[in-house]
Each structure stands twice: as structure tokens, then as C-alpha cells.
């Protein structure tokens, strides 16, 4: 979706080594989510905002963090990465809550080595 | 957020309607149903949403049952590019994503 750019979309690291990745959304949305994707276990959410600096912890939380400074850039933050961590990782993005439906990103495909 | 079950894997003949069922018998009173689909390792697509009424929209039409235990996704014309993993979720802020329903859409 042309209204949310997840950056970079590929990205080889090291074991050890912090790792940000980017979500920017242009659509003025004041919910944001990030979710990692593994075979096996589906979609999971990571952490999420409900407003500038106002930010929360989901199902799989350990071993990340988030910032959201502004209302359209949400980073997630891994600060020592590990190769459990290896995933595809989604940012989303809705206008409210209930009566809305989440717009997803491309994904970035993390991989530590 | 309420647990759904949904068929592992389905098939359809292009041209066919395609009707994903859902079930989701602990659903809460302010809980929708949301259909979101995804197509290989794109990310997720929305697709509909629901709180108690059927609803429709350019892509699928959503059957909701009365007592809202359970739900139907509508895809009238299942197209090749309709073939993708369905997921069904209930809920109201932080949504929970189940395996889905992989629907292959056939010639």
C-alpha cells in the first residue's frame, strides 16, 4: 500500500548487532502495529502505538522496543539481535479502533546471522 | 481476543463462488469479524469487516449468523489471484492472527 513504506525491505546482520527498522505511514492513522512472521506460527504482534509516544507491548515483545516520536514514523528496535529474530516483520497501520480494518505494509525480511 | 477455527486448506474452481466459513462461538459483544487474506509472502490484505449485520463490499460479502458464532466469507467469483491464505480474526483494538485457510483456486 502506497501509504505505508516499511524500510529497508531486506536486511542481512549479525548476531549482537542493533538493528532499527522503519515504518512511515502517510495516511494520518493514529493506530500502528508491528507483527513478525514465522512458518509455523503465523502472524505475531510485537508491539504497538496508540498515539505519539504512547506505545504498548504484544504476545512476542522480549528482545524488542519501539519509539514513536511523530504520528507517522514508528520504529522497532532490536538491540541485540539474535537469530531467533530472523522473520519478516509487518508494520500496519489503522485509522481507529473497532470499525476499521488494518492496512498492512510490504514487510522487511530480517535475517542474523 | 476470541479464538476463531477456520478449514486448514480449501479448493475452488475458478469462476465459482468461493465460501470461507468461520467459526467463532466466544466472540464478545463489541468484537468484529475481520477477513484479511495474503497472497504468498505479500503482506496482508484487508478485506471486510463486521460487527452484527452482513455486509459487502467490491471484493466479498461477509454472513454473519444471528447469534454471531460464526461467520462466512463470499467471494463470488474466485479468480486465480483469489488463490491466498484467509484469515478470519475476531476482535476490537489489537487483532490476533490465526494459520488462516489456504484457498487454491484451480482452472
Known amino acids: 500500500d502506497a501509504g505505508i513504506t516499511q524500510s529497508p525491505r531486506h536486511k542481512v546482520t549479525e548476531t549482537g548487532t542493533p538493528v532499527t527498522l522503519r515504518c512511515h505511514q502517510t495516511e494520518n492513522h493514529r493506530y500502528m502495529y508491528w507483527y513478525r512472521q514465522d512458518p509455523g506460527h503465523g502472524l505475531r504482534l510485537i508491539h504497538y502505538?496508540?498515539?505519539?509516544?504512547?506505545?504498548d507491548k504484544g504476545e512476542v515483545s522480549d528482545g524488542y522496543s519501539v519509539s514513536r516520536s511523530k504520528t507517522e514514523d514508528f520504529l522497532l528496535t532490536l538491540e541485540s539481535a539474535t537469530s531467533s529474530q530472523t522473520s519478516v516483520y509487518f508494520c500496519?497501520?489503522?485509522?481507529?479502533?473497532?470499525?476499521?480494518?488494518?492496512?498492512f505494509g510490504s514487510g522487511t525480511r530480517l535475517t542474523v546471522v | 481476543d476470541a479464538k476463531t477455527t477456520q478449514p486448514p486448506s480449501m479448493d475452488c474452481a475458478e469462476g465459482r463462488a468461493a465460501n470461507l466459513p468461520c467459526n467463532h462461538s466466544?466472540?464478545?459483544?463489541?468484537?468484529?469479524v475481520y477477513w484479511y487474506r495474503q497472497i504468498h509472502s505479500q503482506g496482508p490484505q484487508y478485506i471486510i469487516h463486521g460487527l452484527k449485520n452482513n455486509e459487502t463490499n467490491e471484493m466479498a460479502s461477509l454472513i454473519i449468523t444471528e447469534d454471531r458464532k460464526s461467520s462466512t466469507l463470499i467471494l463470488p467469483h474466485a479468480t486465480l489471484r483469489d488463490t491466498a491464505v484467509y484469515y478470519c480474526?475476531?476482535?476490537?483494538?489489537?487483532?490476533?492472527f490465526g494459520k488462516g485457510t489456504m484457498l487454491l483456486v484451480s482452472p
Open positions: 466466544t466472540i464478545s459483544g463489541n468484537e468484529y
Open positions: 500496519a497501520t489503522q485509522g481507529g479502533i473497532g470499525n476499521y480494518g488494518y492496512t
Open positions: 480474526i475476531v476482535g476490537y483494538s489489537t487483532l490476533t
Open positions: 502505538s496508540y498515539g505519539v509516544k504512547d506505545t
